[in-house]
């Protein structure tokens, strides 16, 4: 019932800023981490930051001091403000969360679909 969908990936010349979005809807009790992974083409699918309940953030090596994860809890969604894009950033990005649609309800992954980054030269 809960899904994931995100949007504002697209094309975007090196140097240049996309912010990402990851709305959460369906039946959502509780959200323990929503995070951002990616999966640039040839390569494994990786996290690129992720966001505590409670707001603790962590990003990975790569992309620390350019991105910047933050999430509106009453919205249940997550973003991801991505700023002098290169184009080793292309690839598609998908959101995560953990959580649990109600009490007693174990913590359950939940993927949204991918939003594709292309970063020209």
């Known amino acids: 019932q809960v899904q994931l969908v995100e949007s504002g990936g697209g094309l975007v010349q090196a140097g240049g800023s996309l912010r990402l979005s990851c709305a959460a809807s369906g039946t959502i009790f509780r959200v323990n981490v929503m995070a951002w992974y990616r999966q640039a083409p040839g390569k494994q699918r990786e996290l690129v930051a992720n966001f505590i309940s409670g707001g603790n953030t962590n990003y990975a090596d790569s992309v620390k001091g350019r991105f910047t994860i933050s999430r509106d809890g009453a919205k249940n969604t997550v973003y991801l403000q991505m700023s002098s894009l290169q184009p080793e950033n292309t690839a598609v990005y998908y959101c995560?969360?953990?959580?649990?649609?109600?009490?007693?309800?174990?913590?359950?992954?939940?993927w949204g679909p991918g939003t594709q980054v292309i970063v020209s030269s």
């Open positions: 995560h969360a953990l959580l649990t649609t109600s009490f007693g309800n174990p913590w359950s992954n939940y």
